[in-house]
């Protein structure tokens, strides 16, 4: 039997994602920059604004996310406590 687990990124592919990742995140940095936009806010006047906001909101939402599990959460055995 192999080691390799079902849905899992083989070895050799993790820095390779990663390294894309990060490559991905300076271009839209790097691009934001440049990009001409209306402004109807003062913080949208900012430069990297979105980036960093949307990088904040998502780890909001995670945070939030992992808060929520634990108060939701129900006990390995509770379809098997009958």
């Known amino acids: 039997m192999s080691d390799h687990k079902p ?9 390779r ?18 990009v ?3 402004i109807h806010h003062p913080l949208e006047d900012l430069p990297v604004m979105y980036p960093f906001f949307g990088f904040f909101g ?10 929520l599990r634990r108060l939701t959460m ?3 055995d509770y379809y098997d406590a009958e």
């Open 7 to 15: 849905n899992s990124v083989p070895q050799p592919w993790h820095r």
């Open 17 to 34: 994602i990663l390294v894309g990742f990060f490559a991905l995140c300076a271009i839209v940095l790097v691009w934001d920059l440049f």
């Open 36 to 38: 001409q936009r209306d």
């Open 58 to 67: 998502i780890a909001l939402l995670i945070t939030l996310a992992k808060g």
């Open 74 to 76: 129900r006990s390995e």
